[in-house]
T-cell receptor, first 111, second 116 residues
Framework: DAKTTQPPSMDCAEGRAANLPCNHS???????VYWYRQIHSQGPQYIIH???NNETNEMASLIITEDRKSSTLILPHATLRDTAVYYC????????????FGKGTSLLVTP | NAGVMQNPRHLVRRRGQEARLRCSPM?????VYWYRQLPEEGLKFMVY????????ESGMPKERFSAEFPKEGPSILRIQQVVRGDSAAYFC??????????????FGPGTRLTVT
């Protein structure tokens, strides 16, 4: 699986958009980009995933660059409950379960 | 619909003892995955099971670790002769369909194993 690089930490003011970047320059054509988050002491929570096109769901939007070497997770209106560690993971389509989480980005949403 | 349940939530074992971690998947889910999170690190995949079958154990340590998912009852992750390096949070996840048909896994709250 391709390696991902994320900033170790970010801050965001409550109510503003949180934009979390991820670099995956060695991604191959059939690898998906997944985003999960882990709130302190809890199990990870699936957020969104995508292959080439931008994706949106009730939680977030995923913007993948045309060359697929990087992506951005957007939380449009961050709340205090969005404070968590966010993981960007790249994995093959037929082994999307064998996710290996890196160190992620610790997002702190402040009042 | 109850989520993925894991017990115990906290487990303390002395070196050399056995640890048994249990995972009950969400109702209707027949695919179970185990992950380990060492202190200050991200989760690492260990094993993928369906009912009565181990599908992929490529992330499982070769010795002392085993997993099962019987026809009835929870999935069990068993660690024999625990050592201090086994201290970690162990997470279980489940999905309703096979990988490739769904990519979303639902995680339990984890079991925190401390080896003294």
């Amino acid at each position: 699986d391709a390696k991902t690089t994320q900033p170790p930490s970010m801050d965001c003011a409550e109510g503003r958009a949180a934009n979390l970047p991820c670099n995956h320059s060695t991604i191959s054509g059939n690898e998906y980009v997944y985003w999960y988050r882990q709130i302190h002491s809890q199990g990870p929570q699936y957020i969104i995933h995508g292959l080439k096109n931008n994706e949106t769901n009730e939680m977030a939007s995923l913007i993948i660059t045309e060359d697929r070497k990087s992506s951005t997770l957007i939380l449009p209106h961050a709340t205090l409950r969005d404070t968590a560690v966010y993981y960007c993971i790249v994995s093959l389509t037929n082994s999307g379960y064998a996710l290996n989480f890196g160190k992620g980005t610790s997002l702190l949403v402040t009042p | 619909n109850a989520g993925v349940m894991q017990n115990p939530r906290h487990l303390v074992r002395r070196r050399g003892q056995e640890a048994r971690l249990r995972c009950s998947p969400m109702k209707g889910h027949s695919h179970v995955y185990w992950y380990r999170q060492l202190p200050e690190e991200g989760l690492k995949f260990m094993v993928y099971l369906q009912k009565e079958n181990i599908i992929d154990e490529s992330g499982m340590p070769k010795e002392r670790f085993s997993a099962e998912f019987p026809k009835e009852g929870p999935s069990i992750l068993r660690i024999q002769q625990v050592v201090r390096g086994d201290s970690a949070a162990y997470f279980c996840a489940s999905s309703p369909m096979a990988p490739g048909q769904t990519y979303e896994q639902y995680f339990g709250p984890g079991t925190r194993l401390t080896v003294t």
